[in-house]
């Protein structure tokens, strides 16, 4: 399986980052228990599953030396990672990406989408006022892009809250900041357990080929 290492998408080095298209060979790199949780899928369901799990094969094994760990999925759908692991996984139709730390930095969040657009009927579902203000602001032809941008770091801080909070959180209870320079921030609009209202955590926003987003929160920002 060829996949790519990539760089810059988290303020610390010590995250890395893979990502590979998604196709079939795939298959052939997880395990019997990661292919028996997927059996009953369609064909597109179990490529996109397989080249996320196999990404994260060969980064467990690369970047910190775990052999054949089966990553499976608890009652809530999220990857049960190795202890002492932070990650997070993310697929389209076309590309899968996986992200790995050491767990004392904190949590971690990655959103890839292969979506030219999310389209303006669904802004008023996803997005605050202040959001879809700020998309107005733009060139007409870009709008619904950037629109997509938002809510991929929606997706992106999902994931990295999770661990903390173990709850669902709805596209409302966080409202995205884009900078050009290709930050973003992340403001909660009420309080999650343990974050409070106006916590802010911090990503990147990329969108030169995929839109693609990473959120993350250290262990030593103040979450209370």
């Known amino acids: 399986m060829i996949y790519e290492q990539l760089f810059g998408l988290f303020p610390d080095p010590r995250v890395y980052v893979l990502t590979s298209v998604v196709g079939d060979a795939a298959l052939a790199f997880i395990s ?47 990857p049960i990672w190795p202890q002492g692991i932070a990650g997070s996984l993310s697929h389209s139709s076309t590309r899968a990406w996986v992200a790995l730390v050491d767990a004392t930095y904190g949590t971690i969040g990655i959103d890839g989408e292969d979506r030219d657009k999310l389209e303006r009927s669904l802004w008023h579902l996803t997005m605050h006022d202040q959001e879809i203000a700020y998309l107005k602001t733009l060139e007409t032809s870009v709008q619904e892009h950037r629109a997509l941008v938002i809510f991929s770091a929606k997706e992106a801080l999902y994931k990295t809250q999770f661990p903390w909070s173990h709850k669902y959180v709805d596209f409302m209870a966080v409202q995205i900041r884009l900078d050009e320079d290709g930050s973003l921030q992340c403001i909660f609009q009420s309080d999650i357990a343990p974050f409070q209202s106006g916590f802010v955590a911090h990503g990147r926003w990329s969108d030169e080929t995929e839109v693609l987003t990473t959120v993350s929160i250290p262990s030593l920002s103040s979450v209370a």
């Open 32 to 78: 019997e228990r990661e292919a028996a949780s997927i059996v009953d899928a369609v064909p597109k369901r179990r490529r996109e599953f397989a080249t996320a799990r196999a990404l994260a094969r060969e980064g467990l094994e690369r970047f910190f030396g775990l052999h054949d760990f089966n990553l499976l999925n608890d009652k809530n759908r999220a």
